[in-house]
């Protein structure tokens, strides 16, 4: 009898990561792409548009402000609404506005467009992170998340091809390059919200496409949970902010989020000042860690999976990322920042997986829907802070090198966080015992 539960839960396991996993990590992909293709664009808008550095920093960060005020109450109301019909709700409305992203024409347009993605792409991973909790059991889901996560550097990477051809498009139709990268790349995320909403299902109880045991191993397989039982009420959201495990995990995911995504915003022109070498060569450093990156999260999501632990990969991988920042704001010469560029994508796979591995393994239900939330939403806030500072330095001082020594001084205090963490787990497990 155990055999064939085993049996069917593994039957139903395979049909849900093939139907699940390629749709939502599509649409994650398409989000992370119209979140920082500005980076590619803002190499011909700024310059179009009359933008200094500190402008586009603003109107980067915007997104992130915007994100990070409406992420608890977007992950509240999926809740309410259902994950498939609010996660479809959100791809539909940020691919319309990532388009209209090509009509901006002055600092405001600019500043509100970028504001108003932000509005519409909030929850959008958080609310992810806790659908995949409803289908995939503890010891398989770092795989679950490690395979979605994929999408981050591999939209690192597809920018990394695409961008300068579609820039190449200047003139046609009337239209410069970084009006057809917007047009181009902010449509899909329209097509994949809408087959979100007819593929998926909310849970494996509700997929006709599972037969019935399978749909009942699923949910006991789901529902056996290892982590001890939560001490407070789910709708005790004050409950959620005082548990420290949230506290540390939101300060790692905060710093580690605003460095990366406030480097990659700048990518294409950090690299080409620091190296000296055209969009063209660039562009190929960035697909090169894109795909480190992509193959690294997989690898850590099936090794930490079969481990049954995850903090030793997060430790090692902020080590590795705090290194190759600094190395890279040394800038020894061309080839060393580009290897120390791609070295950083390895780190950074790593730490992304894990962490959002851990999420998942130290909270569960309504807490996990809030605590993420709660954890996405102040580390985007540090998200909107940084790239302004960034931006502002570079006019400040005519040059990124000086901003980037901020990188690895931060995330040292990631190490830390991810130190104090993996101790408040070791003092847990021993009082449990």
Same mark, same amino acid.
């Not at 490690?146 to 999408?151: D, I, K, R, S």
């Not at 019935?212 to 004050?238: I, M, T, Y």
């Not at 807490?367 to 502002?392: D, E, K, Q």
């Not at 991810?418 to 003092?427: E, F, G, K, T, Y």
């Given at each position: ?252 995911? +905060?710093?580690?989020? @605003? =460095? ?8 294409? #022109? $950090?690299? *080409?000042? &620091? !190296?000296? %070498?055209? +969009?063209?060569?660039? @562009? =190929? ?8 990156? #992509? $193959?690294? *999260?997989? &690898? !850590?999501? %099936? ?131």
């Amino acid at each position: 009898m155990q055999a064939n539960s085993e049996e069917l839960t593994s039957s139903a396991l395979s049909k849900a990561s093939w139907r699940i996993l390629p749709l939502l990590g599509i649409g994650y992909l398409i989000a992370y792409m119209d979140r920082v293709n500005v980076s590619f664009a803002s190499t011909q808008m700024n310059a179009d548009l009359g933008f200094s550095a500190t402008v586009y920093g603003l109107g980067a960060g915007l997104f992130y402000l915007a994100y990070s005020l409406i992420e608890i109450p977007s992950n509240m109301l999926l809740m309410r609404f259902g994950a498939r019909t609010w996660l479809a709700r959100i791809m539909i409305m940020w691919g319309l506005l990532a388009t209209a992203m090509m009509f901006v024409r002055t600092p405001m347009h600019f500043y509100a467009l970028r504001f108003l993605l932000g509005l519409a792409e909030a929850g959008f991973f958080p609310g992810v992170i806790y659908y995949l909790s409803k289908w995939f059991p503890t010891r398989q889901r770092g795989r679950a998340v490690g395979l979605f996560y994929l999408a981050n550097p591999l939209a690192v990477m597809v920018m990394g091809q695409i961008s300068v051809p579609l820039l190449g498009l200047d003139g046609m139709l009337g239209l410069r390059g970084w009006q057809w990268l917007f047009l181009i790349e902010g449509l899909p995320a329209v097509i994949v919200g809408l087959a979100v909403l007819i593929w998926l299902r909310d849970s494996p109880v509700e997929a006709q496409w599972l037969s019935e045991g399978e749909r009942a191993s699923l949910k006991a397989a789901v529902d056996d949970h290892p982590s001890l039982h939560e001490e407070h009420s789910p709708q005790e959201f004050l409950s959620i902010l005082k548990d420290r495990r949230v506290q540390l995990l939101t300060l790692i995911y +905060l710093v580690t989020l @605003s =460095t990366s995504t406030t480097f990659l915003l700048s990518a294409p #022109a $950090i690299l *080409m000042e &620091l !190296t000296a %070498w055209k +969009l063209p060569a660039v @562009s =190929t450093i960035i697909f090169y860690g894109g795909l480190v990156g #992509a $193959i690294t *999260m997989f &690898l !850590t999501g %099936w090794i930490t999976d079969r481990r049954g632990e995850r903090y030793t990969a997060l430790i090692v991988a902020l080590v590795l990322d705090t290194t190759c920042y600094l190395i890279v704001a040394l800038a020894l010469s061309p080839q060393i920042v580009a290897v120390a560029f791609v070295v950083a994508m390895v780190g950074r796979g790593m730490q992304s997986t894990a962490q959002a591995a851990l999420w998942t393994d130290v909270l569960r239900d309504r807490r996990l829907a809030i605590g993420a939330a709660t954890i996405s939403s102040v580390a985007n806030m540090g998200v909107f802070l940084l790239p302004f500072a960034f931006g502002y330095a570079r006019d400040a001082t005519g040059s990124y090198h000086i901003g980037l020594f901020a990188f690895p001084a931060l995330h040292v205090f990631a190490v830390l966080f991810a130190l104090m963490l993996w101790r408040n787990a070791a003092i847990v497990s021993r009082t449990a015992a």
